[in-house]
């Protein structure tokens, strides 16, 4: 029989702005009233089929604040009558409140006019403010939601001129899904169905921060920042998200999928110096692990310095992530199944890892179709005796530890490499300003301690500033409308850790990092 392994990666940055405290966009809570609560829904109406779900911990935290009581930027305006809202306000409220899929907005008329309206740049009146408002959240709460609240689907049918209540109503309920997510996959890894796995804490590229020159194994002819090497601060990422998985899930995570699949020998030494069992990369990254011409299959489990490494199949994960949503649910469950029965030679393990909660804005109603179908037909599958579902940890008891694997190439799972995140123009200056400001806390830390507040502070400030998203978005190939945010919010977390040392911060600090000043 085929071992299917799911892992389901839920990944958020930390939002909330170091200087102000505010939570300038609004993503945790829009996705987990839509995303992590439906896929936990999934489960549920599904008990036989079973997959391991990573919770990054700076996610986590912030899902938790929001149950607190902390509230985004978006969410404060929206909270406001539309007829209150001065120029400035109704234009932030326009630049993110359509936000949202694009099935979101075309299967709702009232929403294409607005739409039409702004790309027109007419004038809103206070009814298509509260109208906006009132379909965007909508557009994002998810099927699961829904299923509970049958006022939901009422207030959709509606479909326009909506109450200033029904906005207050709607925005009840987005929180009220956002705050059963996370009981969900409580109970849910309490009864063994899913396994919960974690990332560092702030996903940070984990063989970067341990040595950022290993990346010119796969960019030999890419200019590289000067070397950043800070293992503890890798080690201290990975200690303190498993310690912060336990206290919010009861649990202990036995493995993770380290941010970005990113792998390197040192950095799986330092996973296992923190009792990490298992870990994820891509197949990409194994085959060029492996001796010329031999390829063995990435359908096994291998051990590298005394870890399990498991490697996704990165064609069929991105069939979910990519292609499906575009097909028929059961034309598309055929090839999903075909493609892992062929993979798997009836006897080998498929690890097929994806983001879990991106992909089914694309889909036909946020993916309820699809993964009912697909969760359907493995459950047959299983009965069938052909193809099992089981966790990664499941797996590697059975399976495990798996072959040897002397060399390990430092990669991704993107293309076997780094470039994603280092190697490019503003890349590097951002890796540069890091560096910089981790030299300064080095050396203020050797004089006071590591117990000194401002050491400590500065430090959190730092940890933060070494995740991963920064990076992905400064310079080529990627590109949001939030680039200007999450640039200074990278620039801000510095800012801060210089001003609890009491020291001035450079001032290229005070100018964007991805444009930069023409001097430079």
Known sequence: MIDLVFVWHMHQPRYAHPQTGKIIVPWVRLHACSGYLDMARMFERHPEVRA??????????????????????LELLTERPADTLTKEEEDALLARSFSVSQRAIFTRPRFVSLLSKKTTKERFNITDLRDLSCLFLLGWLGFA?????????????KGSDYTEADKTYLLKAVRTAAKN?????????????????????????????ADSDVARVSLPHDPLPPRFSYPDDAREQIQRSLK????????????????????????????????????????????????????EPHTQLYTHRGVTLAFRDQDISDRIGFRYAHMNESAAVDDFVGAVSQMGQKDGAVFVILDGENPWETYSHRGEPFLETLYMRLALEKHAGRIATKTMSEVVRDRGPGKELENLHPGSWISAAYRIWIGDNAKNRAWAALKAARETLAHVQAARGTSNPAVIKAREHILVAEGSD????????????????????FRAHLKEAYKALETDWPERLDHPIAVPKAAS
């Open 244 to 295: 912060a998985h336990a206290r919010a899930f009861g649990q202990l995570a036995h493995g993770m999928w380290p941010p970005e699949g990113c792998l390197s020998t040192q950095a799986v030494e330092l996973y296992k110096s923190c009792g990490v069992k298992w870990l994820c990369g891509d197949v990409h990254t194994l085959a060029r692990s492996l001796p010329s011409p031999e390829r």
């Open 470 to 489: 920064w990076f992905w978005w400064f310079g080529e190939p990627n590109s949001s409308a939030e680039d200007p945010l999450y640039d200074e919010l």
């Open 145 to 157: 939601a829904h299923e509970d609240d049958p006022e939901l689907r009422k207030l959709d049918k």
């Open 52 to 73: 391991t779900v990573n919770f990054v911990p700076s996610l986590v935290e912030q899902v938790e604040e929001m149950i607190a009581g902390a509230k985004d930027d």
């Open 181 to 209: 997510a996370l009981s969900a996959w409580r109970a849910l890894a309490a009864n063994g169905q899913v396994e919960l796995s974690t990332s560092p804490y702030y996903h940070p590229i984990v063989p970067l921060l």
